[in-house]
């Protein structure tokens, strides 16, 4: 089967196409036919730091979408030609850059009827990341107010959505450019971070969702309410100085996403009610991994980046 594969850390360039053997399912795991798989920060700042995965040889990516191919021993929930979708193992390898992928039987969930491959691969790592921050986290409920900077983002855009759904007040940041579109997610308010400074604009926040981190973070603690919640989920974010500058006014928390079923359910039926929809900026064939990466890495695109396989 093809794949990508890094012999070497380093630049887009060291994304190479190559011919691998097809894995086998494990006990109570699926082989997956994968049609589509998303493309995530987490993904070029592993291909150029090694992160979760250390040193080469490895193949990034975890969300994945596709037909389940085989299932291994003991496997109950799925039968072959059943549509999947998930972020197995994550942080460990899943190499979802490639024509099959084995994953844990019980990180996966069915495709809604309505939703293609292509968005379902944007879903997976992005989804659950704004499901177990806003929801599992922060149980955000109706009537709060949640700023989310980066808003137009792989996570933001679906943050915003998700948190209308419980009945929120959401505030994004992001360019002028984009505010229509946060509009169009259903937004109550946009702001310009390139013009406006947040801590102005903004009071009495109960959740700050942070996709952004580094010092942009900490002027947004100042729009929270005493007693509210910071979620920080870049790595780059400095948890513990955010908490040193809170004190005790505010809660400070890092997040780092899980593979979890009942999450990537529960998504699945907001998709399938209409309440949240993927954006997807770009698609490129699986061979082109190396131009998602230099788009991703502009750090401008709306919405996601997808491969599409085979």
Known sequence: MHAIRQQALGGPEVLELVEIPRP???PTE?????????VNPVDWKTRAGGGFLGEPPFTVGWDVAGVVEAVGRGVTRFEPGERVFGMPRFPHEAAAYAEYVTSPSRQLARIPERLGDVEAAALPLAGLTAWQALVETADVLPGQRVLILAAAGGVGHLAVQIAKVRG???????????????????????ID??????????RDIDVVLDLVGGESSRPALATLRDGGLFIAVPSSSGVEALR?????????????????????????????????????????????AARAHELGETGRTQGKLVLTVG
Request: aromatic share 4%; hydrophobic share 45%; charged share 25%.
């Open 30 to 38: 699926l082989l997956v036919r994968v049609k589509a798989a998303g």
């Open 168 to 190: 929120a007040y959401v505030i994004g940041t992001a360019s002028s450019a984009k505010h229509a579109f946060l509009t169009d997610l259903g937004a109550d308010e946009a």
């Open 24 to 26: 086998d399912p494990g």
């Open 244 to 288: 040193e500058l809170a004190g005790d006014r505010v809660r400070v928390t890092g997040i780092l996403v899980e593979p979890d079923r009942m999450g990537m359910e529960a998504i699945a039926e907001l998709v399938a009610t209409g309440a949240l929809r993927a954006h997807v900026a770009h698609t490129f064939p699986l061979e082109q």
């Open 193 to 202: 971070y390139t013009s406006d400074a947040v801590e102005e604009r903004v």
